[in-house]
Each structure stands twice: as C-alpha cells, then as structure tokens.
C-alpha cells in the first residue's frame, strides 16, 4: 500500500543540521521543513539536558506547525535535537551550551576560539571529548509519549582546525582512528559514525513502526546498546 507524504517539521534553523537530517531520514514518508518556514523563533533552551532541551524544541515546533492551517491537517510531527561537544579536560563543558558557548548569538569561530583558549596548555593526551546527541520526536506538541534516542561520538579535540565539512567544532574534532577530523568526512560517512547518525538510526527503527495511515504499532523498548549506541526508549 502506498503511504502519502506527511509534512515533518525539524526544529533547526541551522542550515547544516538540516542536510544531515534530510540525508538520515531519507526512504520514510516524510517532507522535511524546517522551522524557519514558520516564522517563529527558537524556544529558549533552559532544559537542564540534552533530552530536555530536545523535547521543549519538539513541542514548540510542532505547536507552530499547528498553527499554521494550510499544513496542519498534513503535519507528522516534529523531530528535535540537541547535541554538544563534552570535553573531559573542561569538566564536560560546553555540554549543553555548545551553541552559545562564546555568548548567546555567538558562531561557530567564537565558540572555538573559547574552547581553544580554555584548552590552552593541556597536552593532545588529555583532550578527549565526545559528541553527544539527543533526538526527540513529537506527533504533536502535548504528545504525552514522544519519543527519544540518544548518539555518542568519541574524539579528541586539536589545536589546528582541519577539513572544510561539517560545522560547529567539526573541523577541531579529531577521529584518531581515522585520522582525520569531523570536517574532513564525507556527508555520507559522518551520517553513518556520528552521534547524530546513531541518534537516528534508533529513533528511524521507532518511527519505521508506525502506521501514517493514522494507527501506530505498540511502541517498543529498547535497552542500551553499548557504547556509542542509540539506546531507543519510549517515554
């Protein structure tokens, strides 16, 4: 049976997480818009995880999708993430405040430049960090039972930034055992290791369960699945 396209709402209006989302969703019924096409502005993130953050970012933009009559009979949902970098040597900042850890408003080469400065002395061998990734999916904003999965993606962070791709600390963000740096992967290839590539491929296995037609499978739970993993839960 064929399943019509359903409008999902990704709540970014970061053009960058907007392409990793279209290329991790691709084969499910869905039309991807972003947030900006509404209008409306991102919600404060005063969540004190990365799950909370995600989750109030889901229901702020699919209560904009709903207001918006000409898609609303059309609307999935909204999907939402919040992701950082962890660095051991800093105590796991930025943590939840990557994105504006420089000041709120701030871009991507003032963020760096305070982590590099924070980081100033500390050898290569005391660097690690990881990514880290919540994914949140909401079928409406007061979905009482959303959805969410979580990614990890283990690196070290260099004083030279390296690689073109990505954005955020991508091109700082070092993968010993590829030698190379998040920047200098192919789309395809960061998709396939990253904390957010991990993030969704627990959540797609979730979301590839439900019927669009209007009925939903009974919602499985998953337990962990390692290091790194996307342990997918339903809550």
Not at 145 to 150: D, R, V
Not at 166 to 181: A, C, S, V
Not at 183 to 196: M, T, V, Y
Request: hydrophobic residues 45%.
């Amino acid at each position: 049976m064929h399943v019509p396209h359903k409008r999902l709402v990704i709540a970014t209006g970061n053009p960058g997480k907007l392409r990793e989302f279209r290329a991790l969703l691709a084969g499910l019924p869905f039309d991807l818009t972003g947030l900006t096409e509404f209008g409306v502005a991102a919600p404060e993130e005063n969540g004190a995880s990365f799950i909370e953050n995600a989750l109030l970012k889901a229901r702020h933009a699919a209560a904009a999708a709903a207001k918006a009559a000409a898609v609303e009979a059309a609307v999935a949902g909204a999907i939402a993430d919040d992701s950082g970098l962890e660095v051991d040597a800093l105590g796991g900042a930025p943590g939840i405040f990557s994105a504006r850890y420089a000041g709120v408003g701030a871009d991507d080469s003032a963020n760096n430049a305070k982590l590099l400065a924070a980081l100033e002395g500390i050898p290569a061998e005391r660097r690690r960090a990881r990514y880290r990734c919540a994914l949140v999916f909401v079928s409406s904003a007061d979905d009482p039972a959303p959805l969410i999965s979580e990614g990890v993606w283990e690196g070290y962070i260099l004083d030279e930034p390296r690689g073109s791709g990505g954005f955020g600390y991508d091109p700082y963000f070092w993968l010993p055992e590829r030698r190379m740096t998040a920047a200098q992967l192919g789309l395809d290839e960061k998709n396939r290791i990253s904390h957010r590539g991990a993030a969704m491929r627990a959540l797609r296995g979730q979301l590839a369960q439900r019927d669009w037609l209007g009925l939903c499978a009974q919602p499985e739970v998953r337990g962990p699945q390692g290091p790194g993993g996307g342990a997918a839960v339903r809550k």
